[in-house]
């Protein structure tokens, strides 16, 4: 979505700043490492998980349609259907005690005048400083962008992006906006997908498909592979 950044201002409160995140590398197992020093005995519950996910998805959508843009409301703000659609897909794989951390953000950021669409977006274009120094940004950034790769390569058709560099830059400005607590919370649920052979994207992907009618990403990707060589 275009925004411009000179509309930008530093919300009321304040942000939460700090110094660039440490690059940790690739290696996986460096990162699963530090999910386990960062994250170690928290667990979440699964109660009310799709009331959790619309409540969340109401909050966004709010701060969403209130970035400002100075062409007036982007194509992506005229299609609040598709952004709910897009945040369901992303975070319904969440456990519900990292929704509901998640959740807890978002109202706390609006008790504060923050709006954390805004400041994502800000962050996108280097209008603010960073938001923080946790290291699990960096560590669940490259997780993710591992997940979204792979689920790319099993089904091309099906799984756009590769995981690169525009995903990751997207990825980690979201995750800025998120709080120490539900970003050890998010950490704990990639050590246990990694420690179980799931791939979070691949689910993500799964529960989209299935949404719009096709019976798994399966027969979504056979779908799209026979009208590509139609």
């Known amino acids: 979505m275009p925004v411009r950044a000179r509309l930008f201002r530093r919300p009321a409160g304040g942000v939460r700043r700090g110094g660039n995140a440490n690059d940790l590398g690739t290696a996986r197992g460096r990162r699963i490492s530090m999910l386990q020093t960062e994250t170690e005995e928290i667990m979440p519950d699964n109660d009310a998980h799709?009331?959790?996910?619309?409540?969340?998805?109401?909050?966004?959508?709010?701060m969403f349609l209130a970035v400002p843009?100075?062409?007036?409301?982007?194509?992506?703000?005229?299609?609040?259907?598709?952004?709910?659609?897009?945040?369901?897909?992303?975070?319904?794989?969440?456990?519900?005690?990292?929704?509901?951390?998640?959740?807890?953000?978002?109202?706390?950021?609006?008790?504060?005048?923050?709006?954390?669409?805004?400041?994502?977006?800000?962050?996108?274009?280097?209008?603010?400083?960073?938001?923080?120094?946790?290291?699990?940004?960096?560590v669940i950034t490259g997780e993710e962008a591992d997940f979204l790769a792979e689920a790319s390569r099993l089904y091309p058709h099906a799984v756009p992006g590769r995981g690169g560099d525009a995903f990751r830059h997207y990825m980690r400005c979201e995750?800025?906006?998120?709080?120490?607590?539900?970003?050890?919370?998010?950490?704990?649920?990639?050590?246990?997908?990694?420690?179980?052979?799931?791939?979070?994207?691949?689910?993500?992907?799964?529960?989209l498909w299935r949404r719009l009618g096709y019976a798994s990403l399966d027969e979504r990707e056979e779908a799209a592979r026979l009208r590509e060589g139609a």
């Open 50 to 62: 799709e009331a959790l996910l619309h409540e969340i998805i109401d909050c966004e959508l709010a």
């Open 175 to 207: 995750l800025e906006t998120w709080s120490d607590v539900t970003l050890a919370l998010y950490g704990t649920e990639i050590l246990r997908a990694r420690n179980e052979g799931r791939n979070l994207a691949l689910e993500r992907y799964e529960r």
């Open 69 to 138: 843009d100075a062409d007036g409301p982007s194509t992506c703000q005229k299609r609040p259907k598709t952004f709910r659609l897009m945040r369901w897909m992303s975070l319904s794989v969440h456990d519900d005690s990292t929704l509901t951390s998640y959740l807890n953000d978002l109202k706390q950021a609006g008790m504060q005048g923050r709006n954390l669409m805004v400041e994502k977006y800000a962050r996108m274009e280097d209008s603010l400083p960073p938001l923080t120094d946790n290291p699990l940004v960096d």
